[in-house]
């Protein structure tokens, strides 16, 4: 038994989800959601050097750390599309706010998490879309380090921020 607390019932009810909306196994027991794959967006405001992130629910996996809008991707769906399509979702992401600079694909062989790396071309405000996200911040870059991070995006943080600075160096 877990003191975890549950999603909202419309959330656990199998009728509300994508049916690519289930966990993949890996041989090694190791777990990740979304049978299509996922696919996460990562925003760079450049005036403020900060980029927005989302404090994930505590009902959720890896609940209470900070992360990127993002989740399963439907099948057939390319990675921009989904990326895309759960950031307005969680965050409300405006699309004509974004400048797409590159992607970045996790591939487990099994399972794969793209991260849409993209520009904002205009300061927006983010708005809690839905029941995964407890806050969503522009964090400047420089504060990033302070914050309990999503595993995932720890990981892959120092390779996406080094791409990020030597695709946007003047």
Known sequence: MTDRPLPPAHLRDPANRDPADAWVELPDGRRFW???????????????????????????????????????????????????????????????????????????????????????????EPVIGDAESDALRWVPIAELDALELHPGFAAAWPGLLADLRARTAA
Not at 72 to 77: D, L, S, V
């Open 34 to 124: 979304g049978l299509a794959g996922a696919a996460g967006l990562l925003v760079w405001l450049p005036d403020e050097d900060a980029v927005l992130l989302q404090l994930r629910a505590a009902w959720g996996h890896h609940g209470g750390t900070w992360g990127l809008p993002g989740g399963a991707r439907h099948f057939g769906e390319p990675a921009l599309d989904g990326a895309l399509r759960e950031a307005a979702e969680e965050a409300s992401v405006p699309r004509d706010a974004l400048e797409v600079l590159f992607d970045h694909v996790l591939d487990l062989d099994v399972w794969s998490y793209t991260t849409v790396v993209t520009r904002a071309t205009r300061r927006f």
